[in-house]
């Protein structure tokens, strides 16, 4: 499912012209009528998702202007009023925008939000002696280099207790037997 999805971000800007102009053409067959074809939704929603909002809203707009130029056509032989499609053009237009925006909102956090999971997920290759990081490329590299250019951590260094009597054991304190130093006995 996954590989169908990415395969069709690849191609979603003709996905989104072709369900346009196969919904242009059913609009057109169907002729004049005050509704909203929820059709126009399908491909709006589709480049939004895959493409810059912009896309999607040039879209919305082509497609409300086609499909007033088909009521306009359809009208000419009908004796509906001119003022019927200018609303109805109207509550298309605000209604496609909105489900641009919408959707353009959503695969940005969503798209944000696989960023993030993808950031440190998985299986880390991890040396046993010096603890360096295999990357992607096959090197090796810190863990500090590692994690933070995969995620948003940062590192500060210091020293744990342990080390700090092994490694610097002039500069420490004495190790006693008490484990927590907040309790004391007499």
Same mark, same amino acid.
């Given at each position: ?5 990415l ?9 989104a012209?072709?369900? @346009? ?5 059913? %609009? #057109?067959? /169907?002729g004049?009528?005050i509704v ?5 939704i ?7 998702? $895959?493409r810059?909002?912009?896309w999607? /809203?040039?879209?919305?707009? $082509?497609? !409300?202007?086609?499909r +007033?130029? &088909?009521s306009?056509?359809?009208?000419s032989?009908?004796?509906?009023? &001119?003022t019927f ?5 109207l509550?298309?237009m605000?209604?496609l925008?909105t ?8 695969a940005?956090q969503q798209h944000?939000?696989?960023?993030r999971v993808? @950031? ?6 991890v040396c046993?002696?010096?603890?360096? &990081? ?5 090197l090796w590299?810190? /863990?500090?280099?590692f994690?933070s250019r995969?995620?948003?951590? +940062?590192?500060?260094? @210091?020293? !744990?207790?342990? !080390?700090?009597? %092994?490694? #610097?054991? +002039? ?16």
């Amino acid at each position: 499912m996954r590989k169908f999805v990415l395969h069709l971000g690849k191609w979603a800007m003709l996905w989104a012209l072709g369900l @346009s102009a196969l919904t242009l053409v059913v %609009d #057109y067959m /169907i002729g004049p009528r005050i509704v909203f074809p929820l059709t126009f939704i399908f491909p709006v929603a589709l480049l939004a998702w $895959f493409r810059p909002c912009r896309w999607a /809203i040039m879209l919305a707009a $082509f497609l !409300c202007a086609m499909r +007033q130029a &088909i009521s306009v056509h359809w009208l000419s032989e009908t004796e509906f009023d &001119i003022t019927f499609i200018l609303i109805n053009t109207l509550v298309q237009m605000v209604v496609l925008f909105t489900v641009a925006l919408l959707v353009a909102r959503i695969a940005r956090q969503q798209h944000a939000l696989e960023a993030r999971v993808r @950031s440190l997920e998985g299986i880390l290759p991890v040396c046993g002696f010096c603890k360096k &990081i295999r990357n992607e490329n096959n090197l090796w590299e810190s /863990i500090e280099t590692f994690i933070s250019r995969n995620s948003q951590a +940062q590192f500060t260094h @210091s020293v !744990c207790p342990d !080390c700090g009597h %092994d490694h #610097y054991p +002039q500069f420490c304190d004495p190790v006693t037997e008490n484990p927590n130093p907040a309790v004391t006995t007499k």
